[in-house]
C-alpha cells in the first residue's frame, strides 16, 4: 500500500523525474502550452502552480526590501535553468495572475496515443497569450487549381 507517498515515480529515478519536470516546466513557460502524458501532465500542474507563486510573490515585496526578491528569483532558478524564461515569468507570466489565487494553469485531454495507447494531454497556462497566425500563401497546388 502507498499510504502518504503523493510522489508519482513514473517509472523514472528521482534525478530523471527531477530533470524531466524541469525541461517540463521550462517548455510550458516558454511556449505556455505543451503536449505530454495524462500522468506527467498532473505533476507538471503541480510543479509549475508553485513557481508562479514564488514569481508572483515578488510583486507584493515593496522595492525596500530587495533580498526578498533575490531570494525568490534564486529559488526559480534552482528548477529553472533558462534566464530568458526565468525573465519571461517574473516580468511577463506572474503579472497576469496577480489577481488569481491559483489554477494557473489547465489540462485537456486529447485521447490516446497511437503505439502504446498513453493518455494524451494538453497543459497550458490559463491566461495565455494567443499567438497571431498569419494565413500561409498560396502553394503550388493551390496556383494551379486556380490557373485551371
Known amino acids: ?18 530533470a524531466m519536470f524541469e525541461n517540463m516546466v521550462t517548455s510550458l513557460f516558454d511556449h505556455e502550452r505543451i503536449i505530454t502524458t495524462k500522468e ?8 509549475s502552480e508553485k ?30 535553468k533558462n534566464k530568458d524564461v526565468v525573465k ?10 496577480k489577481d488569481r489565487k491559483g489554477g494557473y494553469t489547465r489540462m485537456y485531454l486529447l ?3 497511437d503505439g502504446d495507447a498513453a493518455e494524451m494531454a494538453v497543459v497550458e497556462l490559463v491566461e495565455r497569450k494567443a499567438k497571431v497566425v498569419e494565413p500561409k500563401a498560396d502553394t503550388k497546388k493551390e496556383s494551379k487549381k486556380k490557373a485551371k
Do not use: C, W
Open 1 to 18: 500500500m502507498r499510504h502518504k507517498n503523493k510522489v508519482r515515480i513514473l517509472g523514472r529515478s528521482h534525478a530523471h523525474r527531477k
Open 51 to 80: 513557481l508562479i507563486t514564488k514569481a508572483k510573490k515578488n510583486i507584493i515585496i515593496p522595492d525596500s526590501e530587495p533580498e526578498k526578491k533575490l531570494h525568490n528569483k534564486k529559488e526559480v532558478f534552482k528548477v529553472i
Open 88 to 97: 519571461k515569468l517574473f516580468d511577463d507570466i506572474a503579472p497576469r495572475f
Open 40 to 47: 506527467k501532465g498532473k505533476e507538471l500542474k503541480i510543479v
Open 111 to 113: 485521447g490516446r496515443r
